[in-house]
Each structure stands twice: as structure tokens, then as C-alpha cells.
């Protein structure tokens, strides 16, 4: 069985949230700062059945562009993106961001889903749409289906969720064979069970019992037990949102952007050697030594460029 995993993306307040929780009843928002404030600050994380009986995980990433960052840590891993523009604002500054992000990061698949169409009219809706296809022209998204939905009334949501059936459907299945790895998005502690972490196994297979390394700080430890989608398993293979149990570190060791593999297959490292793309929006010419943000699977680092 496929095991995949669908991840938002689109400005702040276009509706990300409310429309997971009509979805799969869950709601992600988890700190009181975002319920305080009504917008989504950290990851937040749900899942659901498809009509198929396919199960897949959600991550809810925020939309505003002070949590950039947050966003990044939550769509490594994911095989499809779900686009959010609200029909009463259409395209906005975070779309076109997540948009150059997503391209960045070789996403393939994805859909579109325009929401709080209660609120507009039809001519209103259309406008938006062109709005739409012109920011996608040239993407991964152009020509990628377009659902106008509610979260409100439910207007639209059969037809967004046949979409995701569907393209989940033509989604080619992870590496399940190659050497773990997983990258370590949330890390906490659970009375009477220690240090658990959560991630989206990229590659591979961990089971209870198994023994890993923590990178970069070189750490092994031990499997005690796997959830997913709050299950109890004895394997998880790749592709699939896991929360693990392990014995032989203390949370304060363990923070979002570490990453647990098989033992002695990756080495940390502060020097590679890189082709980059600059985005058309990028506003001049890259600098020799300049300071950058690097975003690599969780984790985001400051750097230096050395261009050769």
C-alpha cells in the first residue's frame, strides 16, 4: 500500500485550516497563540480516509511570511501540495512565495482549491480564477485542477476530495528498500514514555527495536515503539507521517531539523558544493560570501555563498 502524505500552502487567513477541519474533522491549529489569534503560527497535522479506504496524512504549514520557515520544515516529504487562494482576495504575496518554493523543492503534483466561494459572486469567482492560472502559467500547477469550495457550507468538497483520490492515485510510492531516513519536525515528551519524535519517513523502513543515529550530533538510539495516525505499528516504511518513541535521548538533545537514519550511512558536514537557481523575483545578482538561509530537509541553517 501507498503511504503518502498532502501538504497546504498559500497566503495567511486564505482559509488553510478551516478547510482541513471540514475535511477530517481535526483541527491543527494547536497553540494558544493561533487560536488567539485565528491564524496558524507552527506545523499543524491531521489525517483522513479517501473514498478509495486510502489514508493520508495532512500538514497544515502557516501561511504568513514571519513563519516562512515553519513552511519549509513541513513540505519536505510531501507528494502532493493542496494551493489555497481565497475567492475574496485571489493571488497574494504568500502564494507567489509558496508557489516559487514548491517549484524549488521539484514538486510535481498538486491542486488548487479556491475557497470562501460563499462570500463571492460568480463574476467575482471567474475573475479570481484567471488570477490564478496566470500566477500558475509555467509551474507544476498549470493546468492542475481548480475546485471552488466552502468550508463553511461544504459546497465543492466531494469534488476536492475525488481530485485528491485521484491524483494520489498516479502518485509513484517512496523508497521503502533504501537506508532510513527521517527528518525530525517536532520533538516532545510524553509522561511515563520519554522523548518522542515526529517526521515523514523519506526513505526506508524503521521498526521497533531498531537502532538509529541522530545527526548531526552523532547520537544512537533506540526505537521503543512507532504511531501512526495515533495507531501503535511495528513498522513504518517510507512515504508515511510517524511519531517514534526512542530510548537513549533526552529532549533537550533533540530539536526540529535533526534527522534519524540507518547508523553510519551519512556523515554531517558545514562545506558541499552546489548548482543554484535564483528566482526571477530575486532582486540582483548573487554576492561572493553572502550570508543565506539554507533550508535542507527540516532543518535551516545560516550560510555563506562562495561562488566559483
Do not use: C, Y
Not at 497566503?11 to 491549529?29: F, M, P, S, Y
Amino acid at each position: 500500500m501507498k503511504h503518502l502524505v498532502i501538504g497546504t500552502a498559500g497566503h495567511v487567513d486564505h482559509g488553510k485550516t478551516a478547510l482541513i477541519r471540514r475535511l477530517t474533522g481535526q483541527d491543527t491549529d494547536r497553540l494558544p497563540e493561533e487560536k488567539a489569534r485565528g491564524i496558524s503560527i507552527d506545523l499543524g497535522f491531521a489525517h483522513f480516509t479517501l473514498p478509495s479506504g486510502r489514508r493520508v496524512a495532512i500538514i497544515d504549514v502557516p501561511g504568513h511570511e514571519r513563519f516562512i520557515h515553519n513552511m519549509l520544515a513541513g513540505v519536505t516529504g510531501i507528494d502532493l501540495v493542496l494551493m489555497v487562494v481565497a475567492a475574496d482576495e485571489g493571488v497574494m504575496p504568500q502564494t507567489r512565495e509558496h508557489l516559487d518554493i514548491l517549484q524549488l523543492l521539484a514538486l510535481r503534483k498538486g491542486l488548487i482549491a479556491i475557497t470562501k466561494v460563499d462570500l463571492v459572486d460568480r463574476e467575482l469567482l471567474e475573475l479570481v480564477q484567471e488570477d490564478i492560472r496566470a500566477a500558475v502559467a509555467g509551474t507544476f500547477l498549470e493546468g492542475a485542477p481548480m475546485v471552488p469550495v466552502s468550508a463553511v457550507t461544504g459546497e465543492g468538497i466531494p469534488e476536492l476530495v475525488a481530485h485528491l483520490d485521484r491524483l494520489l492515485e498516479e502518485t509513484e510510492p517512496r523508497d521503502a528498500t533504501a537506508f532510513a531516513r527521517l527528518p525530525i519536525d517536532r520533538a516532545f515528551v510524553v509522561p511515563g514514555f520519554g522523548t518522542v519524535v515526529t517526521g515523514t519517513l523519506v526513505a526506508g523502513t524503521i521498526r521497533v527495536g531498531d537502532r538509529l543515529e541522530l545527526l548531526p550530533q552523532g547520537l544512537e538510539v533506540r526505537v521503543r515503539g512507532l504511531q501512526v495516525h495515533g495507531e501503535p505499528v511495528e513498522e513504518v516504511r517510507a512515504g508515511q507521517r510517524v511519531a517514534a518513541n526512542l530510548a537513549g535521548v533526552d529532549r533537550e538533545q533533540v530539536r526540529r531539523g535533526n534527522v534519524l537514519v540507518a547508523p553510519g550511512v551519512l556523515r554531517p558536514t558545514e562545506t558541499f558544493a552546489a548548482r543554484l537557481r535564483l528566482l526571477p523575483s530575486w532582486p540582483r545578482p548573487l554576492r561572493h560570501g553572502e550570508r543565506v538561509h539554507l533550508h535542507t530537509g527540516t532543518s535551516e541553517v545560516v550560510g555563506r555563498v562562495l561562488l566559483l
